[in-house]
């Protein structure tokens, strides 16, 4: 089985966010797989060892993002793609993005995608709906569980808590929600093997694309941090006393109630 | 400007989820003097929830019946839609961010060649052109973005833009469109029910959250007791999903669902940066905690350090005096 997962650098999730001149401040931050994209990294090495193929890990981005699939490949992936866009644009959106990919899995033979349901920092949860309607495929978002048999498919999709149970066949995109499974850590052999796997490198000009086609659709006029939050007040005394206090505050203070 | 707007409608159980009148309310702030055009797709009460839209501000609505539109697919969904926009060319489309939505909307969006912006909490107008603000880095920062060619095109999160008051002098057109809603892929066999017997947490104007500080799964009884006197809904920290005291549809957080009702109560949470970047724009937050320490103190309007499982009854009771 071919099977590819769309893989994306994002923040640590630990990290603090400052903004420089209406630009999230990069400098310094320490960056990971988007936790979303392990569960596709984890769930394309499980469907591989039980169905044999090959996992290739693509990104679109810049330089650095050839550490979170070194991360991917040590995983376990087979192959790792980077889209490298840093010199050919300067504003992407999802639009482009997912243009980008089109491109890149024109005439490739693929059985399955898998991509995070969301990135943990744009957060569109665009991308891969994205470009399953441009090659054609069917999508599922939000999978919890994938089970291949034959080229037809069963999903468990996760809708806000209910469970739809999907029949759906190959070739298909799906996007992974928390609950898929446990992503392994890299071993040290696996982080050893991984320098070894190819790690291939292309720009714009490689894909058939012309520069113009990639304008994007939406502009970011400004990024700004929320007003800091004032702590606020930790009632005293009795404690009958402070819940009926904070109930009070509740409705006559907060008016919530 | 005469614009023509559409409002993707999204029911569940057969009436209209409140997110739905938000969306409309959104149209109407792009282009008051604009037409709203409602869409409802399904095979059941069409009409009522037509209607519905119209009391809540659409100039009129296109209804789409058929059984394979009973149950939201992509596919199915994706036909009656963009046969309705081939049709109407409206000039901006919009709909809740939900499953449904985020599902939906990229697809469309992909199909058209269009931008979306997605999860947008607020709108402007600006020199005619509508500016989105929307939450980046999961709440712990905002971004404005705007269309720059193509149709105006957003799902707005539910719980932030009030949709307009019910107005039953309101009247529309309704009309009802046939068509074949064929070759689905992905075909729905079965759906089980896990949380939407109680409130809908993306939509709940108060939220109950749980941490480890609630010990187990029956710690949660108490937190529940308190969102059903509160008419809202459960959540939990990762902590709490993670230690298997609760389902990780409930999490909320930078890795689980990202809220922000009028009231949370984080109750024996800790105040993980991930939690906080789920919950922190919430309007008014409450800490429950034995730790004075605890971080969440740092972002709560209102903080009461002691034992949940003493602090939880009181409030219950309390809460019911005045209700």
């Given amino acids: ?257 | 400007m005469s614009e023509k707007l559409l409002v993707i409608g999204e029911s569940r159980d057969g009436s209209l989820r409140n997110v739905t009148f938000e969306a409309i309310a959104t149209a109407k702030k792009i282009n008051a003097d604009g037409e709203i055009i409602g869409l409802i797709c399904g095979n059941e009460n069409l009409q009522e929830q037509a209607q519905e839209m119209v009391y809540h501000g659409a100039d009129r609505v296109i209804t789409v019946k058929h059984d394979n539109l009973k149950t939201y697919t992509s596919e199915g969904y994706g036909q009656a839609v963009m046969a309705v926009i081939s049709e109407e060319s409206p000039t901006g489309v919009i709909m809740g961010h939900t499953a449904v939505g985020k599902d939906l909307t990229p697809k469309i969006a992909s199909k058209l060649e269009t931008g979306l912006i997605s999860d947008a909490t607020d709108i402007e107008m600006k020199d005619g052109k509508a500016i989105f603000t929307r939450p980046i880095y999961s709440g712990k920062a905002f971004e404005k973005k705007m269309i720059t060619s193509g149709i105006t095109f957003a799902t707005i999160r539910p719980n932030n833009i009030s949709a307009l008051e019910r107005d039953e002098s309101r009247s529309g057109d309704i009309t009802s469109k046939d068509m074949d809603i064929s070759d689905i892929r992905t075909v729905i066999k079965e759906v089980i029910r896990k949380a939407s017997e109680g409130v809908d947490l993306s939509e709940a104007k108060v939220i109950v959250a749980g941490g480890r500080g609630v010990k187990s799964e029956d710690g949660f009884k108490p937190l529940q007791e308190l969102a059903d006197v509160l008419g809202g809904a459960v959540g939990a920290s990762r902590g709490a999903c993670d230690a298997e005291y609760c389902d990780y549809s409930l999490q909320i957080g930078q890795t689980g669902k990202v809220v922000t009702p009028d009231l949370y109560i984080a109750v024996g949470i800790s105040g993980a940066i991930q939690h906080l970047a789920g919950m922190s724009n919430s309007k008014v937050i409450v800490a429950i905690n034995k730790d004075a320490e605890a971080n969440i103190f740092n972002i709560a309007d209102y903080g009461i350090v002691g034992d949940l499982f003493e602090v939880v009854p009181l409030l219950i009771e309390e809460i019911k005096k005045i209700k």
């Fill in chain 1, 1 to 257: 089985m071919n099977i590819y997962v769309l893989l994306k650098k994002t923040f640590d999730t630990e990290e603090k966010i400052t903004v420089t001149n209406g630009q999230i401040e990069e400098d310094g931050a320490e960056f990971i797989i988007n936790p979303y994209d392990e569960y596709a990294v984890e769930e394309a090495i499980k469907q591989r060892d039980e169905h044999g193929g090959e996992v290739t890990v693509v990104t679109v981005g810049d330089g650095d993002s050839e550490k979170q699939l070194r991360t991917a490949l040590a995983m376990g992936a087979d192959k790792a793609v980077l889209i490298n866009t840093e010199d050919d644009l300067e504003e992407g959106d999802q639009f482009t993005t997912a243009k980008i990919l089109e491109a890149y899995f024109d005439e490739k033979d693929v059985d399955l995608i898998l991509a995070g349901n969301v990135a943990i920092d744009e957060a569109s949860g665009q991308v891969g709906p994205r470009l399953a309607e441009r090659l054609g495929i069917p999508f599922v978002t939000t999978i919890t569980s994938l089970k291949i048999d034959g080229e037809t498919v069963n999903i468990d999709k996760d809708v806000e808590g209910d469970v739809e149970k999907v029949e759906t066949s190959l070739p298909l995109l799906v996007t992974c929600q928390q609950g898929l499974n446990d992503p392994r850590y890299p071993s040290l052999p696996g982080i050893m093997k991984a320098k070894k796997k190819p790690l291939e490198e292309l720009e714009i000009d490689d894909l058939d694309l012309d520069e113009d086609e990639l304008e994007t659709k939406t502009k970011t006029i400004d990024i700004y941090l929320p007003p800091e939050k004032e702590a606020g007040r930790v009632l005293e005394g009795e404690l009958d006393d402070q819940v009926k206090e904070l109930v009070s505050l509740l409705k006559t203070e907060a008016k919530v109630l």
